[in-house]
């Protein structure tokens, strides 16, 4: 046990000269504290605790236990003793619930300011005595299914294709690597000097050409109205007001004036593909900010040249006095039409709340990919997606030849703060079995995420392209040589924290 606090010392209340706990990103002792009341950590234990699982067997005739050359390390469990209090019973009860809530979450990082390290850890228990007081004594139990502890991030510097890493720690780390494209490519390397590589996609032999699979038809940066005009009709509500650019997005400049009977209403533009396409994918970058605002939806239509939707998919927060976003896609204009997803964000109908993120369309054949997440700090999360092949054959088919953008709330409501930043539309080529894809392109961004075993392009998820005999190597303590394929392909560089037994 390790202890950091006398409690029977004058000055005890601050913890600036004590060990924090620091959970997720929040320091619980600056966080929970204030003139009313604080929260401060008084002793941790079990960081410095090693368990070895230890594999043995027991042979005939033996005296004792044959053991096994290889052993691995057991999870490990820290506990946080704690004081918490408040000058009011009403005041500890909230800073309680505070806490609570501040401690959800799984494999988060826990620090702690006396130690450069972090781990990543759940909550197990938080636990405190009976309650005959404003002022206790409590235990937060941590468990660290990955029981290693891991110093700052260290930068990983490449030299054109090639990197050298070295470490000191006392167990393998795992990188991350980030590749900027610079040419379009059939395949991405990284190996080191141990035999162990990362590849997605495949070498393209050199009497092949390689095939573009995905061809970008349109990219809409929204900042200019050029080349739109004013759309004339929307499913189930009305076309009414004005969409304006800020240079930067298109968003709403009003919704005109309510229209009996009350549907959704508001501004729409129109504009034609530069091709008419039967196999595509729709990407929209969309901002619905929500919460305190009233109901808004954010409308991508793809529609064919009659202007007969074929399709329409949309983010909206469709509930007065609630917060709450959604989305959904529509397909068809006749008989047939029907709503294939609606869907809300995943673990908590929350989390897409304030929503800015990706919302996007594909078909191959009859088959329909429907996907949604939201964007924090650049990555993809809350994601919900359905893949849907129609009932009947032949429906949803038609080719598109227009996409529409709109803005709608519900009449006699306030709006949310909706904007469109960007549009792509890609036209899907096929290819034959012994054709080689490009699968990136310049400008896009390959990660290979050895800790969380992520393969992403742009975001997505890329792990269909993964190589049967790649693997998510770590870096060993001492040297690590890098090198990058295709060469001159990428700008690469990437992170890895040092980890500790």
């Not at 033996?62 to 704690?82: A, P």
């Not at 800073?95 to 979450?105: A, E, P």
Request: charge should be negative.
């Amino acid at each position: 046990m390790y202890g950091f606090v006398n409690l029977t010392e004058r000055g005890t209340q601050s913890t600036s000269l004590s060990i924090q706990t620091v959970f997720n990103g929040i320091n619980f002792d600056s966080a929970l504290s204030d003139d009313e009341g604080s929260f401060t950590t008084l002793t941790v234990s079990g960081r410095a605790n090693l368990t070895n699982r230890i594999n043995t067997f027991e042979v005939p005739g033996m005296d004792g236990l044959m053991e096994s050359n290889e052993h691995s390390t057991g999870e490990r469990e820290i506990t946080v003793k704690y004081k918490i209090s408040d000058k009011t019973n009403e005041g500890f009860r909230r800073r309680t619930t505070l806490l609570n809530s501040l401690l959800g979450g799984s494999k988060k990082e826990l620090s702690f300011t006396d130690e450069d390290v972090v781990y990543y850890a759940s909550l197990s228990v938080n636990e405190l005595p009976e309650e005959n007081s404003n002022s206790l004594i409590g235990t937060l139990t941590f468990l660290c299914s990955d029981p290693k502890k891991y110093g700052p991030e260290k930068p990983i510097v490449f030299a054109g294709d090639s990197a050298v890493i070295n470490t000191s720690g006392s167990a393998e780390s795992n990188p991350v690597f980030e590749l900027e494209v610079l040419a379009p490519i059939t395949f991405a390397m990284i190996q080191n000097q141990f035999d162990e590589y990362m590849m997605i996609g495949r070498p393209a032999p050199v009497e092949s050409t390689p095939k573009e699979e995905y061809t970008l038809i349109l990219a809409d940066l929204m900042n200019t109205l050029t080349g739109w005009a004013a759309a004339t009709t929307v499913t189930n509500g009305y076309i009414r007001g004005e969409i304006e650019t800020d240079g930067g997005s298109f968003r709403p400049k009003s919704f005109g004036t309510a229209v009996a009977p009350e549907k959704w209403q508001g501004p729409g533009l129109v504009k034609s593909l530069p091709e008419e396409v039967q196999d595509f994918e729709m990407d929209c970058i969309l901002r619905n900010n929500n919460v305190g605002w009233g109901t808004g939806m954010v409308e991508v239509y793809l529609l064919d040249a009659l202007d007969r939707q074929v399709a329409r998919i949309h983010m909206s927060d469709s509930f007065q006095g609630s917060d709450r976003i959604h989305g959904r896609v529509q397909l068809g204009y006749d008989e047939y039409q029907r709503f294939p997803i609606n869907t809300a964000a995943p673990g908590n109908i929350k989390n897409w709340n304030n929503f800015y993120g990706l919302m996007k369309l594909q078909r191959r054949g009859n088959r329909w990919w429907f996907y949604f997440a939201k964007i924090v700090n650049g990555k993809r999360v809350y994601v919900q997606q359905q893949h849907y092949i129609p009932p009947v054959e032949g429906i949803f088919e038609d080719k598109i030849a227009k996409i529409q953008v709109v803005f709608r709330k519900w009449p006699n409501t306030g709006a949310t703060r909706m904007n469109i930043y960007n549009l792509k539309v890609w036209r899907i080529n096929s290819l034959k079995e012994d054709e080689i894809p490009i699968i990136a392109d310049v400008g896009d961004k390959i990660t290979f995420d050895h800790k969380n075993e992520e393969i992403l392009i742009n975001g997505e998820d890329a792990k269909s392209y993964k190589d049967f005999g790649a693997s998510y190597f770590t870096l060993k303590k001492g040297e690590n040589q890098m090198i990058v394929h295709p060469s001159n392909s990428f700008n690469v560089s990437g992170t890895y924290r040092e980890s500790y037994k």
